[in-house]
């Protein structure tokens, strides 16, 4: 855990408050300088954990939490800047609300949760360049020009995505409760539960 991709994964969380108040206060500037360090680590951390074989399960969900922070937070500032409509904001995370509720299922089913699909890291990855490219739309002159209509694409795609991304989740989710409506969450020890475990080959741990 104590790893140095670990440590900038960490620094990006603890510079998202930081951005927040830099988009709120409108230091347009500043927080897009944020959001390009931001950026930067986020590919330094992931260069570094695998150049070094220093991958681990804590910054393989350090990274996407840092991505969504970053997106709502700066959809939740642009909106209260009236630069976004609110319910733009209900939208994408209503998505998010959607997939929480799976977290039960799967547990009582005995899974963790799914991987991410692609489609999923595409939604990410337009919503990541979507609002930072609206933010730079308010700068006047030809760059602004430029970013906003280029912004407000990303995002009906991101958001477009990311639903769909969400709902192939959710019929994931559905297919396996549907394989298997009964498994407790923790089998109970012995030679018959194992050999029952060994019957079933898509079942995770």
Known sequence: MLT????ISLARLLLVPVFAVLVVTERD???????????????????????????SALGRVLDPAADRLYIAVTLVGLAWRDI???????????????????????????YGTLEVHYLGKAATFCLLYAFPLILLGQVDGTVGAVAEPLGWAFAWWGTGLYWWAGLQYVHQVRLLVRDD???????????????????????RP
Do not use: F, K, M
């Not at 360090?37 to 260069?47: L, Q, R």
């Not at 733009?88 to 009582?108: E, S």
């Open 4 to 7: 140095v991709p670990n440590a």
């Open 29 to 55: 500037g500043w927080a897009l300088v944020v959001l390009a360090v931001s950026g930067a680590s986020d590919y330094v951390d992931g260069y570094l954990a695998r150049r070094w074989h220093q991958t």
């Open 181 to 203: 409506p009964g498994t407790p969450a923790v089998a109970p020890a012995g030679p018959a539960s194992r050999e029952a475990e060994g019957d079933r080959p898509g079942e």
């Open 84 to 110: 976004v409509p609110w319910w733009l904001v209900v939208l994408i995370a209503l998505r998010d609300v959607v997939l929480a509720g799976t977290v039960p299922v799967l547990q009582r089913h005995g």
